[in-house]
Each structure stands twice: as C-alpha cells, then as structure tokens.
C-alpha cells in the first residue's frame, strides 16, 4: 500500500516552494528504495477517497443532527486518502484569514487558511467526497444544498477563532458546516477544541484529531480555542445558492 509520510509535525507555516501542478507532495515509504520516479499526489484518485456515507451515517446519527443540530463522524476516510490530506496540508502556502473588505482581526480569528480549486490533489478529491455526503443529505433530509466550498486551516500556536455563526447576520447561504481535522495524537492539553453550542443551548467540546469530521448547523454559535500546537484542518461549507465565489471567509 502507497504510505505518504506525514509532515504536519515539521512544517513551518512559511513554505518556500508550495505545492501546485508542478510541486506535487511526494508519496513515498521512507524505507521503500525508489529507483523510478517516487510516486506523487499524481497518482492519487477519486476512489481512493470513496466513503460509504450512509453506512457511517445512522439513523440514530441523522435523529441527532435534526435534534441537536450536529454529528461527529470517526475514521471517516482510508489511510491513503488521510495521509495524502496530512501531507497536502503541510505544504501549502497559507494566507492570513480576513473577515470583511479585507480587514484581518486576528484577535478574532488567527486562522491561515487556502481555498480548495481544482488546483489541488488530495483536497479536490476531498470536496468531491463531501458532495456525496451534501447529496444524502439532500436525500434523507431536503437539506437543499447546491454546492460546497471548503479551505485547509492552520492555527498557528496562541490562535484560535472567537464566538461566531458560519453565517453573517442576515444570510443564510451556508446550510451546513463540517470540519475536517488532521493532526495525530491531538492531545486534551494542546487546547484547540471546537467549542460549539447545540440548538439546546448545551456547550460541547470537541477535540480536533485527525480523520474526524463534525458537521453542524451553520447557525450554531462556535468557537475554535487557543490551540498550544500547530492545528491543521479543513473547513467546508454546505452551501443552498447556486454560484460557486470563492468569497473572503466569515
Ligand atoms: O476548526 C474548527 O474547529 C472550526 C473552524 C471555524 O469555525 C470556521 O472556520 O468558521
Ligand atoms: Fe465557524
């Protein structure tokens, strides 16, 4: 099986050559020798990141999201596709978050975030595979969903993102949230918790380790606490309009 080492422990937020067309992270076994060319994200494909949503969505788990407004779904995607979503995630040449016209507040949120476009390997795969889960949705629940948008995070150690809703005041694009996390071995002392408030008014915090996907009503208040380690995740948005605008995140 293709191991891709994961570098999230190593990378340092400024990234000299960031992944691109020509840059493709490398997938390799540090110990496999390679006489060819070692394999890259070129190889990865879309079935690599197939999810047999219904199965790991109950109907127990749906009663929940209509009850309390979220869900946690565990060991979402095969080692290939983590790993291949790991190694992405370290390479990229992240930006500073803004909030509106621009203006960045990084009291508010201190987030370095890069839109997913079809520019990218493992993250691409990935917003096809969160389509399919947007898709029984629509199915099981006439959630209404168009399309969805999603970028990798990284909060750098100190940051975190303040109480907030996904969406602004007064629109109501955004049907539902779900965030994707990827750091191994995310301790309970590392801080970062997804702090979010169910429609019971109930507060639940949720530790950001990899492979696990929250997906939450994206009226629920949030917020993402100081992390005390680099955090790394993707933040995706179910969305009910119908263009597809890479807008400035919330
Ligand atoms: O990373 C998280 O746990 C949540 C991020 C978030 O709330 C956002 O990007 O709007
Ligand atoms: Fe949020």
Redesign the pocket.
């Known amino acids: 099986m293709t191991k891709i080492t994961s570098n999230l422990e190593v990378t340092q937020l400024v990234v000299d050559q960031p992944i691109g067309q020509d840059n493709p992270p490398m997938l390799f076994v540090p110990s496999e020798d390679y006489s060819h060319e070692p394999p890259t994200q070129h190889v990865l494909q879309t079935s690599d990141f197939d999810v047999n949503w219904e199965n790991k969505l109950t109907d127990t788990q749906f009663d929940k999201f209509v009850e309390d407004g979220w869900l946690i779904i565990d060991d979402v995607f095969d080692s290939t596709a983590l790993l291949a979503l790991q190694a992405e995630s370290g390479f990229i040449d992240y930006r500073d978050a803004e909030l509106t016209a621009g203006i960045r507040l990084s009291d508010i949120?201190g987030?370095k975030i890069r839109w997913i476009t079809e520019n990218f390997f493992a993250g691409y795969y990935y917003l096809q595979s969160i389509n399919t889960l947007a898709a029984l949705f629509n199915r099981s629940l006439f959630a209404g969903i168009r399309h969805s948008e999603a970028h990798y995070?990284c909060?750098p150690v100190g940051f975190g993102?303040q109480w907030?809703s996904?969406n602004p005041a007064g629109r109501d694009e955004r049907v539902i949230?779900a965030?994707f996390?990827l750091n191994d071995e995310w301790a309970s002392t590392d801080g970062g918790a997804?702090e979010i408030v169910d429609t019971h008014g109930i507060h639940h915090n949720?530790m950001?380790v990899a492979n696990r996907l929250?997906i939450f009503a994206s009226d629920l208040q949030?917020?993402?606490q100081i992390a005390h380690r680099q955090?790394y995740?993707i933040?995706t948005w179910l969305r009910r309009d119908d263009t597809i605008v890479l807008v400035a995140?919330?």
């Open positions: 949120r987030d995070a909060y993102y907030h996904d949230s965030v996390y997804l949720v950001p929250i949030h917020q993402v955090r995740s933040a995140p919330l």
